[in-house]
Structures are given as C-alpha cells and as structure tokens.
C-alpha cells in the first residue's frame, strides 16, 4: 500500500513538458491575438510537445502537442480519462445546454448516434444537387470582370446550404427572416471585440438592449423564436419524403425508442450552424487562393473537370482524385480550426513520456502538426500530390479534430466543399487580382486570406443563371 502512494506522488510531481515562462495574462493575450505566431514561436523553441498558461488569470497548465504518435494516443485514450464539454463553456451562450460540444460520456454518445446518419453515406449525397443548384444561383450574381471578396460569396453558399440542406426550411418569409439574423449574428461573432464576451464570463451583463450582450440575448431570442416555430411546426406535419437533416432527426430514435426534445434540436442545429458555416466557407476561400496562386494547379484541376460537362453529376464531382486532394491540401495549410477539441484530465494520463494529472489541459494542435515537416516535406508548399501518392493517419491529418470528438460534420463538409469549388471552376474563369503578399487573417475562429486577396470572374459557360430550379 505504501509503495503505492509512493508511486502516486512520485507521478503526481513529474515535470510538465518546458514552455514559455511570461505571466499567463500576457500568454493569453499573445495567444488570443496572434495565434499562429504564438504556435510557431513555441514550436520553435520548445518542439512538438510544450506547456502554456493561456486561460487567463490563473491558468491551469495547457499542453499543446504537434507529434502524431502524442496525439494519436490522446485520441485513443480511454473516455473516462478526460472531461470535454467542460473546456467548451465558451460556445453555452450560443449553442446551448444540450449542444454535442457541451456534452460528456453517455449523453454525448446518444447525441452523436442521433445525429450521424443524417450526415453521412447515402443521406449525405442526397443533397448534393442541391448544393450545386444553390453554388449556381449565389455565383450568377458576380458582375464580370469586377474585382470581388470570395470569401463572401463563400459565406453567402455556406449559409443557404445550412438552411436549406440542415435545418430544411424554403425561402419564403421565416426563411428570410432567420437568414438575415443569422448572417448578422455570424458576421457579429467574426469579431474580436464582440467575441470576446463569451471568453470572459464578467462581460456577460444584461443591461438592456443597448449593452453589447443584452443585446446579443435580445438577437438570440429573435432566432430562437423562428427557429422554435420551424421546429414545431415541422414536428406537427412530418414529410417522411422530405431528407433533410431536420426531418431525419425529428425521426430518429435512440437505444430505449426516445427522439429528441425541442431544446435538443435547436441546440444541435445552433450546434450545425455556428461550426459548419464559417469554417466551410473559411476552407473554400483558401482553396480558391491556392488554386489561381499556383497556375499548374489550376491546369491540372481543370483537366480533370472538363470531361464530365457543363454540369456534372455531384457524386462524380465527389470522387475525382484530384479535386479531393487540392481541397484536402487546403484543409492541411490552413486548417479549419488551429487545435482540436481541448481534454481536461480527470484521472492521470501518460501521453508520451510524460504523465498528467487531473486539471491539466491537452490540445492536439491541428495547424502544428499539418506543419510537420517529418510528416509533410516542405510544409509551407501548396502541393495536392501529398494526398495522391501517400495515405496519411487520423494523427497527421486531422483537420476536423479526431477521436470521440471528431466535428461530426466531417464528411459533409469536405463534400459541400468539393462541390462548391468545382460547380464555381466549371462555371467561370477566375483572375486573382490582388497586390502584395497576401496572408492568414483572423475572421472569428478561423483564418482567411487577407483582403488583399480578390477575384475578378469571367463568364466560363452560359448555364450560369441567376434563377435555378429549386432555389
């Protein structure tokens, strides 16, 4: 029994991997405001495997890791070794109590069984056509030879797939309605100002609609209500033929026969909306980048589009090699988010060389192990042919996180992503017009191409149309 205790505090005291030693206010602050130069300056000067006090005030030691083999074993790890939704809190206000992301061991498995079918195989291809129909329309709004922000008409796609495709709703008055207050509620969260009141709890003070977050309360209610009314009256006229994410969960039914409650349902399509919006559309503005930055790429792209037509068949679209490889290589340079989803120890964990007690915090870093040079030669090279020639593990390439904590929206969103790009390549030619170097910009949790970057179109194919059928 005594060598026991022993051994417990002997591992209790093990050394944390070395980190910066700078107050954890001003680590925070570096963090929040230059996050991939934080990154890569501890990177440099620490390795793959370094421990931060990022949280603010009295930070708990955080631990990044870029090593696959480390992150591999956190993702493998046993459940009951972490706590997840508990490092999550900064997303309650928007995504709610019952939101996947907020939930831990047996609620969280039954959520995430609940929701996966209706995100993948068969379910998922049935919306393709309408994601292209949806590209079609937004793009048929460019004005020629005109310079413009990708990233906007990126948004803009992003946004309709996710009312039309998740939440299943027509355009008519509440489609309008809640597609205006969602884009202003979006466009609101991409800012450093206003998102940081859901960091810091104290900001978080109802003083009237006038105040910065009575005023983010008064707008949330002004969504709940649409989103409540869909949710309802959906649930009074069930459309078995209707296969859109909405109708599959209004129908689906766990292990003991019970759905999902009203909450339950807006949390998870709050949940669908506020991480598969602005990522999505983060994603293709950087695969557009890439693609008119290197002109072989384009070529080679193109080529492989040419042959399936004026207006191809979405899950050929879906299966071309290298249309799947450019967006995978853009998903590696500047992934979607820079970390995955934060463990919170419960009970002590060896990862690697080093065991942790309770109360620390892992991070497996997407953005530093993408960066890897072992894993990826010249990592800072745009170079589709990574994902032709080799087969990387859920440890190297990890762009959706990984584990029980994977974005349960993988799939899809890789999907909607090789559609949208090839529905845009097939329809116009594009001409980047920007000057100077363009870089990574934030733009709420994600990073996008600096403003400089802008496209100019240039009518490819006369389908292109401002109206199309079932938009």
């Not at 070395?18 to 954890?24: A, V």
């Not at 069930?238 to 994410?245: C, F, I, K, L, N």
């Not at 065991?355 to 040079?373: M, N, S, V």
Request: glycine share 6%; net charge neutral; hydrophobic share 40%.
């Amino acid at each position: 029994m005594n060598k026991n205790v022993e051994v417990e505090q002997e591992m209790s005291v093990m050394p944390l991997p070395t980190g910066p030693q700078t107050p954890s206010l001003l680590q925070t602050l570096a963090l929040v405001t230059q996050p991939i130069g934080f990154l890569e300056r501890c990177a440099q000067r620490y390795g793959d495997t370094f421990t931060t006090r990022v949280l603010g005030w009295q930070s708990p030691p955080v631990v990044f890791f870029g090593d696959p083999t480390a992150i591999a074993q956190i993702f493998t790890a046993p459940a009951g070794r972490f706590e997840l939704g508990k490092v999550t809190h900064v997303f309650r206000p928007l995504t709610g109590d019952q939101s996947l992301i907020m939930l831990d061991g047996d609620r969280h498995q039954r959520q995430r069984q609940l929701l996966m079918p209706s995100l993948h195989g068969d379910r998922m291809r049935t919306y393709g056509q309408l994601i292209c129909d949806i590209t079609r329309q937004v793009i048929g709004d460019w004005t020629l030879h005109q310079p413009f922000s990708i990233r906007a008409s990126m948004s803009e796609i992003s946004l309709q797939v996710i009312l039309r495709v998740v939440f299943g709703m027509t355009p008519g008055v509440r489609y309008q309605q809640l597609k205006q207050l969602l884009h202003t509620l979006l466009e609101s969260v991409t800012s450093s100002l206003y998102s940081s009141q859901f960091f810091f709890p104290f900001l978080q003070q109802n003083l009237g609609a006038w105040s910065p977050w009575g005023a983010f309360l008064q707008q949330q209610q002004h969504i709940d209500a649409l989103v409540y009314a869909e949710i309802q009256e959906r649930r009074s006229h069930v459309d078995p033929a209707q296969e859109d994410v909405l109708t599959l969960l209004l129908s689906a039914r766990d292990e003991d026969g019970q759905g999902m409650t009203d909450q339950e349902l807006r949390d998870q399509l709050m949940t669908l909306l506020l991480l598969g919006h602005e990522t999505t559309a983060s994603s293709l503005s950087w695969a557009f980048y890439w693609v008119h930055e290197q002109r072989s790429v384009l070529k080679q792209l193109r080529e492989e589009l040419e042959p399936l037509g004026q207006e191809p068949d979405p899950d050929r679209l879906a299966q071309l090699p290298y249309l799947t490889a450019v967006c995978k290589e853009s998903l590696r340079i500047y992934p979607i988010a820079l970390i995955s989803q934060p463990r919170k120890v419960k009970e002590p964990v060896q990862i690697g060389d080093n065991t942790f007690d309770p109360g620390t915090i892992l991070i497996p870093c997407i953005y530093l192990a993408h960066r890897r040079a072992q894993t990826y030669p010249n990592p800072e090279q745009f170079r589709p042919e990574r994902f032709l020639h080799q087969k990387f593990s859920p440890a190297e390439f990890l762009p959706f996180g990984g584990g029980a904590r994977s974005c349960i929206g993988a799939a899809f969103s890789l999907y909607e992503m090789k559609l949208v790009l090839a529905t845009v390549l097939t329809c116009y030619d594009l001409t980047a017009s920007h000057q100077g170097t363009v870089t990574p910009e934030r733009h709420g949790i994600t990073f996008v191409p600096s403003k400089q970057f802008r496209l100019s179109a240039i009518a490819r194919h006369s389908r292109v149309s401002r109206v199309n059928a079932g938009v």
